[in-house]
């Protein structure tokens, strides 16, 4: 290929250019220290030839040589952009979830898992060539993680990271807690990496720093702060909810409100804040608060009215005197 012809004037409008600021000169400088360093990866002589090519005319300054200045940055960016897709595989696509309030709904992902997700819950899901990964920012989920073990299955909530190739779990999210129950397989659950994300998406969560490895029929809870207790449950009792049935053992009033508060638009409230430890078990339909608070008040000797809005508060009963 026979190199341009420069004339002075050329000449002089780019030793001008050169002269106008440091960063032409600068980005002058990098261009032809890429191109010097484009040999290395260039997998053809071809290719070499033509960025050799590219450095000579560069060298002669001019306003062709301009010109080559641009294409070659055009070389570097898609050879960039080759190297990463054949490194990291195309860039991640990305799906979103929400299910409607009252609802629940069942749907099968991309790679094949199958994601149940209960009322009022919201999911953000990348799949790339080597990972999976799934953000539950509100709600609670049940995943039936299709086997691949060249791309990990990584659930993020909370500042939590459960990882699994293939199995079934249900992770749930609540007021200060995140909950994640083990059906099936083996996950493990590690503070997420990114914990800018996570503190935006739940300020005040604090992620456990320990790894920790579950097995079928493990639940684990961890609060905002930190702490954490691992129990051997009947596992097969956290997803009861998609059956409609929410199955308490041994629970705090308060969580089990803010499920039935999940799925209802006839709310309950807690008028005393005591109200939230008391401890409650049983099987209830979920779609039936007015059922479950009589319950309650009945078993507690609570006071139970309802307000115009159509909620029901549950208070502690006065005494007369």
């Known amino acids: 290929m026979s190199a341009?012809?420069?004339?002075?004037?050329?000449?002089?409008r780019f030793d001008s250019w050169l002269t106008e600021?440091?960063?032409?000169?600068?980005?002058?400088?990098?261009?032809?220290?890429?191109l010097s360093e484009l040999d290395a990866v260039v997998a053809t002589a071809r290719l070499s030839m033509f960025a050799e090519d590219a450095r000579e005319?560069?060298?002669?300054?001019?306003?062709?040589?301009r010109a080559i200045f641009a294409v070659a940055a055009c070389i570097i960016l898609c050879l960039v952009g080759m190297l990463t897709w054949a490194i990291h595989g195309r860039p991640g696509s990305q799906e979103r979830f929400e299910s409607a309030f009252g609802n629940r709904s069942q749907l099968t992902m991309q790679d094949g898992s199958r994601l149940s997700l209960d009322s009022r819950t919201r999911i953000s899901a990348t799949f790339t060539r080597?990972?999976?990964?799934?953000?539950?920012?509100?709600?609670q989920a049940r995943f039936r993680v299709a086997h691949d073990t060249t791309r990990p299955f990584s659930v993020i909530v909370a500042g939590q990271r459960v990882i699994a190739t293939g199995t079934d779990f249900n992770v749930e999210r609540l007021e200060g807690q995140s909950i994640i129950?083990?059906?099936?397989?083996?996950?493990?659950?590690?503070?997420?990496?990114?914990?800018?994300?996570?503190?935006?998406?739940?300020?005040?969560?604090?992620?456990?720093?320990?790894?920790?490895?579950?097995?079928?029929g493990d639940r684990?809870?961890?609060?905002?702060?930190?702490?954490?207790?691992?129990?051997?449950?009947?596992?097969?009792?956290?997803?009861?909810?998609?059956?409609?049935?929410?199955?308490?053992?041994?629970?705090?009033?308060?969580?089990?409100?803010?499920?039935?508060?999940r799925f209802n638009s006839?709310?309950?409230?807690?008028?005393?804040?005591?109200?939230?430890?008391?401890r409650i078990s049983?099987?209830?339909?979920?779609?039936?608060?007015?059922?479950?608070?009589?319950?309650?008040?009945?078993?507690?000797?609570?006071?139970?009215?309802?307000?115009?809005?159509?909620?029901?508060h549950l208070s502690w009963a006065r005494r007369e005197k």
């Not at 990972?131 to 509100?138: V, W």
């Not at 009589?294 to 809005?309: G, N």
């Open 21 to 34: 600021s440091e960063q032409h000169r600068t980005a002058y400088r990098r261009t032809v220290e890429a």
């Open 57 to 65: 005319r560069l060298n002669e300054r001019g306003s062709q040589a």
């Open 181 to 216: 129950t083990l059906l099936q397989g083996g996950v493990n659950v590690e503070p997420d990496e990114e914990e800018g994300l996570f503190q935006r998406l739940w300020p005040g969560a604090s992620p456990v720093r320990q790894a920790v490895r579950l097995r079928p």
């Open 266 to 278: 006839q709310t309950l409230v807690l008028d005393d804040p005591g109200l939230r430890q008391i």
């Open 130 to 139: 080597d990972a999976r990964t799934i953000r539950l920012e509100e709600g």
């Open 220 to 261: 684990l809870s961890i609060w905002d702060d930190g702490s954490a207790q691992l129990q051997t449950v009947d596992a097969r009792s956290s997803v009861l909810w998609e059956d409609g049935k929410l199955m308490l053992s041994d629970e705090p009033l308060g969580t089990a409100v803010e499920r039935f508060n």
């Open 4 to 12: 341009p012809v420069i004339d002075r004037a050329d000449a002089a």
């Open 282 to 312: 049983g099987l209830f339909s979920v779609s039936d608060p007015a059922v479950f608070a009589t319950a309650v008040s009945q078993l507690f000797m609570l006071s139970k009215s309802r307000k115009t809005d159509g909620s029901i």
